[in-house]
């Protein structure tokens, strides 16, 4: 049994039973294995956490432990269903509540949408974490659609190729 790394870290930000999301985030943990990598997942589905106040919320025992999670990170692989045209609400709750975690992690994304125009949702979370924490973006962003999948698994070949892509590109990328 492989000990999983703190070094690469996805989190699912979906918090739906059914998520596409996770299903990517998933097959990337199968991409990371077959590359000898335990990949630790972080799924806020199963970790509740308060809203960020900008006060009390850091003391949270959950916010406390995540922050560690992230920190210890060198690779972060954010796996969100597009939401409005930007990355699910949950995870920019995150974002607010471990803040300096996110110090130069080299940051990848997984993206499931429901039709191909939000392409471009990402990418002022993107800017967020490249401004605030120096954050090293992989420029291989996954973006797929409801139609990639079938049974809840990604099924598309061409994303799965990307997702792939995306795992070796992040094992390459080194933030100095
Ligand atoms: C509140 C809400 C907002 C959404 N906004 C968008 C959107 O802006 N663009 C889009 O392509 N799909 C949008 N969708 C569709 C979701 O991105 C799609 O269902 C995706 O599979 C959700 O990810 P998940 O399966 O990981 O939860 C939205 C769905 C919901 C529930």
């Not at 920019?92 to 191909?116: H, M, P, Q, R, Y």
């Not at 490249?130 to 061409?158: K, W």
Request: hydrophobic share 40%; with cysteine; net charge negative.
């Amino acid at each position: 049994m492989e000990e999983p790394s703190s070094e690469y870290l996805i989190v699912s930000g979906s918090l739906r039973s059914n998520s596409r999301s996770r299903a990517m985030a998933q097959f990337l943990t199968d991409c990371y294995r077959s590359q000898g990598i335990a990949a630790q997942m972080i799924d806020l589905r199963s970790l509740p956490l308060p809203f960020c106040d900008g006060e009390a919320a850091y003391d949270h025992e959950s916010v406390i432990a995540v922050s560690k999670t992230i920190s210890s990170a060198r690779v972060v692989i954010i796996a969100t269903p597009i939401y409005n045209f930007d990355a699910s609400a949950a995870l920019k709750n995150l974002i607010e509540l471990t803040g300096e975690s996110w110090e130069d992690k080299i940051v990848g994304f997984l993206c499931a949408a429901g039709g191909s125009a939000s392409y471009m949702s990402v990418m002022s979370f993107a800017n967020s974490l490249m401004l605030d924490f120096r954050c090293l973006i992989i420029p291989r962003m996954v973006y797929a659609t409801n139609e990639d999948f079938s049974d809840g698994q990604l099924s598309s070949s061409e994303v799965r190729q990307r997702v792939r892509a995306l795992a070796l590109a992040s094992t390459r990328i080194r933030n100095s």
